[in-house]
């Protein structure tokens, strides 16, 4: 497991699930569509690898959401 507890330390789980799925939801959903639109018609990269690309950015931005912001200790 990515993000471990501790010995001793409590999370409620329902805040947790519920920050995430808000997290995916920015990242998967309002960003990618922001940065796909950025892509296309601003710098004029392919509509085939543009997704690529925002794999690429929003990946790894979910992940440090998801560490600092829905996991951090509390």
Do not use: D, Q
Request: glycine content about 4%.
């Amino acid at each position: 497991m990515v993000f471990c507890l501790g010995e001793g330390e409590h999370r409620s789980l329902l805040k947790s699930l519920l920050k995430t799925y808000v997290s995916y939801a920015f990242t998967g959903l309002f960003l990618s569509s922001i940065l796909l639109i950025f892509w296309v018609r601003v710098l004029h990269i392919s509509e085939f690898i543009a997704p690529i690309i925002n794999l690429c950015v929003s990946v790894p931005l979910n992940f440090l959401i998801n560490k600092f912001r829905v996991f951090k200790k509390e």
